[in-house]
């Protein structure tokens, strides 16, 4: 008998009972095949795999041996199941080896026809991504699935770096601690030292001084275009402009290629919880919201890339190309730029030094764990502030809330002012700025100032969380029009005189969120004039889906 993950309330939705007729569609997108004990239908590495219907037999997913464990079976499929997980989505290269342990029959859908499926049966489409879901949560929570370890430091950037994009593209995977007594023993096993923190370990490499590209690379997660490829839109930036951009464009037709620097999700990912979006009353945290994001924009054929950045566009030729991060070139007919801004930082001595070792961009579980009821210092005074202080409280941190401004209502909404008023763990500190830190490996106190008074107080500090802003991240881009912060200008903020000759040949004027480059459009933070709500970006992305039908001519 088929055996499955521990009980889970997922596992229904993981494995759904299918009917005859539900099958019988799954067959008519495949390619039938007799198997016998011993085949193995795919194998951990590969960088596709099919989507496997079995009609007879049963399939084990296997994880290879590691440094410390035998080999060992994480989930059997027998007949009426399928054969599928998140990663036919996404790309990632197949990380279980699927090995016949009953001879039968299967039907195999590779990944062209998969695409149809996805996009021609909707009833089956939501069948299969829902347990495509289930299935990653299933794995991330089952020890014998965790084919990637990382070995790192809760007083390292580098090593907080790794576990934010892990998490933000759903890995399966396994975090220790260097200096817990798991952490010691992984080190000794695969011979590695404290200077090649961070590690990552997969069962056939191990990674020293490990970034988010090297890993994104090992596991199949870097861009790879095929030789005949042809992208109609490239979104630049994955945050909720990108996303949904990405979504619409993909949805409607278009060839979509979604690039991100650092790991989908943008400044919104950082987000605890957003309760103004429509359609969430009770809130949904930014890393929910955007995680649902990628998988919709996936679901309908977006190609996902991260960490992958582009570094320059090209339009001397009259096509529009795009220099990557990985020294390959991509033409687009459009181009949707939507890189957001990057977080300021405080010009104080150690900063750098406290970065990812006490100061934080972000108040996540991630972040948020390692100050689990002890005090800690917000600095900001707009929503994200606001959300952070309120989700370190409910983790029964003391939150000291700096807020330059006089007024916290200035830049804050109404109802996260009132209930950070109302809370016994908050502390608001208006007109006052964090004027000094202190600490030896890792941040443990916090001076701040009154700006009118001048007097200063020393806060015992367990993080300081860091919300005062952003800055375009345009610094990439040469040629287009920016205004004097750096934000791109679009349609109606464009001057004439910041038209080139290649607009009169057009005999048009910029669409709306196009910038002074034809074909080329800009949408969410970077934009000028934006709104800075994770709603108004969402909205920009796709209304400029619109423009780039009208300026390349694509009609669905």
Request: net charge negative.
């Amino acid at each position: 008998m088929p055996k499955d993950n521990p009980v889970d309330v997922n596992a229904g939705v993981a494995f759904p009972v299918l009917s005859a007729e539900q099958i019988r569609r799954l067959w008519s997108y495949a390619v039938a095949q007799d198997v016998a004990v011993g085949d193995t239908v795919f194998r951990a590495g590969d960088e596709t795999y099919d989507l496997i219907v079995i009609e007879r037999g049963v399939v084990d997913l296997i994880r290879a041996a590691t440094h410390d464990a035998p080999e060992e079976v994480v989930v059997s499929h027998g007949p009426g199941r399928f054969i599928g997980e998140l990663s036919l989505l996404t790309g990632q290269a197949v990380y279980l080896t699927g090995r016949v342990v009953q001879a039968g029959r299967i039907h195999r859908i590779p990944p062209a026809q998969f695409r149809r499926l996805m996009n021609e049966d909707a009833e089956l489409s939501d069948i299969l991504l829902r347990a495509f879901l289930a299935r990653r949560e299933l794995l991330r929570n089952n020890s014998a699935a965790r084919v990637v370890e990382i070995v790192g430091s809760r007083l390292s950037a580098a090593s907080l770096e790794l576990r934010t994009f892990a998490a933000r593209l759903r890995l399966t995977h396994l975090y220790v601690e260097a200096d817990s007594i798991a952490g010691q023993a992984l080190m000794r096993a695969v011979q590695v030292e404290t200077e090649d923190l961070p590690v990552v370990i997969t069962p056939d490499k191990v990674m020293r001084r490990a970034t988010a590209e090297l890993m994104a690379r090992e596991l199949g997660l870097s861009y790879r275009r095929a030789a005949d490829e042809k992208v109609d839109l490239a979104v630049i930036g994955a945050g909720p402009a990108g996303l949904a951009a990405a979504v619409y464009g993909a949805s409607e037709g278009l060839a979509t290629v979604l690039f991100d620097m650092v790991g989908p999700g943008g400044q919104a990912a950082a987000s605890s919880r957003i309760e103004n979006y429509l359609g969430f009353p009770t809130g949904i945290s930014g890393t929910d919201l955007t995680g649902k994001a990628i998988v919709q924009a996936l679901k309908f054929g977006a190609q996902l890339s991260a960490p992958c950045g582009v570094t320059a566009l090209d339009v001397d030729t009259g096509v529009i190309r795009l220099a990557l991060t990985d020294g390959t070139s991509l033409e687009s007919r459009a181009v949707i730029i939507s890189t957001g801004a990057r977080y300021r930082s405080l010009p104080l001595p150690d900063w750098e030094k406290f970065q990812g070792a006490g100061i934080y961009y972000a108040a996540t579980e991630l972040e948020a764990k390692w100050c689990a009821g002890k005090p800690v210092t917000v600095v900001g005074g707009a929503n994200s502030a606001g959300q952070a202080s309120l989700y370190l409280a409910s983790r029964g941190s003391a939150v000291h809330l700096v807020v330059r401004g006089a007024d916290l209502a200035a830049d804050m909404s109404r109802y996260l002012a009132d209930r950070l008023a109302a809370e016994p763990l908050v502390s608001i500190h208006a007109a006052t700025v964090v004027s000094g830190l202190q600490g030896q490996t890792q941040l443990t106190a916090v001076e701040i100032t009154e700006r009118e008074s001048g007097n200063r107080t020393l806060i015992e500090c367990a993080g300081l969380f860091c919300f005062i802003g952003a800055v375009p991240a345009t610094s990439w881009l040469n040629g287009l029009a920016l205004d004097n912060q750096g934000f791109i200008l679009t349609a109606s903020d464009l001057h004439p005189s910041e038209l080139g000759a290649s607009w009169s040949s057009l005999g048009r004027r910029p669409l709306p969120f196009e910038t002074s480059i034809p074909g080329v459009f800009a949408a969410g933070d970077v934009r000028k004039g934006s709104m800075k709500r994770v709603a108004a970006a969402v909205g920009e992305g796709a209304s400029a889906v619109q423009s780039v039908h009208a300026a390349i001519g694509f009609h669905v």
